[in-house]
């Protein structure tokens, strides 16, 4: 099974800081066809997970541009320019090249 | 708009099986894998396995083959999984998620196993 490792486990930072997180495969997300799948999602308290960004970098639909996702291989970003207050909550990426399926662990991104 | 429904909260006694549901709305409900997946309170998220309505090809986890079935009603746009055997490390929340991007959630369903 891929394991999928989040770095770090809790982000503190200010409002209208930049945020990066880190997500790192045990093994090459790149498929036979060219594409990666990696995805990135953010869980607010209470709610259901939601996509953010997939494929490494493509935003969802009604995604702000403030959120960007890069990597290829087994390292993977997330980055949050300007961070706002809507957008703590704990963030996970999700690996959907190799079944199963595995997610990481979680990042809690929180008010310093 | 895409929406997907589920079943409420469940209390079943250890042994015991349930049996939850996921009903879509808003798109080809045949044409997207429904997959599912499991949150123990307070922990990360684990992918239980797949199903594709429009044939019911399934996909599972190693972890889930035994403990998780999935099914699919073409007829009412409905996804169910049932959990059998229950024990404690069962409870948690499950949810239903659209395809492979796990583009859409449904609100989850909390299963709690007590005596």
Redesign the interface.
């Known amino acids: 099974d891929a394991v999928m490792t989040q770095t770090p486990l809790s982000l503190p930072v200010s409002l209208g800081d930049q945020a990066s997180i880190s997500c790192r495969s045990s093994q090459s997300l790149e498929n036979s066809n060219g594409n990666t799948?990696l995805?990135w999602?953010l869980q607010k308290p209470g709610q259901?997970?939601?996509?953010l960004i997939?494929r490494v970098s493509n935003r969802?639909s009604g995604v702000l541009d403030r959120f960007s996702g890069s990597g290829s291989g087994t390292d993977f970003t997330l980055k949050i320019s300007r961070v706002e207050a809507e957008d703590l909550g704990v963030y996970?990426c999700?690996q959907?090249t190799h079944?199963?399926?595995?997610?990481?662990?979680?990042t809690k991104l929180e008010i310093k | 708009q895409v929406q997907l429904q589920q079943s409420g909260a469940e209390l079943a006694r250890p042994g015991a099986s349930v049996k939850l549901s996921c009903k879509a709305s808003g798109y080809t409900f045949t044409s997207y894998w429904m997959q599912w997946v499991k949150q123990r309170p307070g922990q990360g998220l684990e992918w239980i396995g797949a199903i594709y309505p429009g044939d019911g090809d399934t996909r599972y986890t190693q972890k889930f083959k035994g403990k998780a079935t999935l099914t699919a009603d073409k007829s009412s746009s409905t996804a169910y999984m049932q959990l059998s055997s229950l024990a404690s490390e069962d409870s948690a929340v499950y949810y239903c998620a659209r395809d492979t991007k796990f583009a859409y959630w449904g609100q989850g369903t909390l299963v709690t196993v007590s005596a």
């Open positions: 799948y995805n999602y259901s997970p939601q996509l997939y969802f996970f999700l959907v079944v199963p399926y595995t997610f990481g662990g979680g």
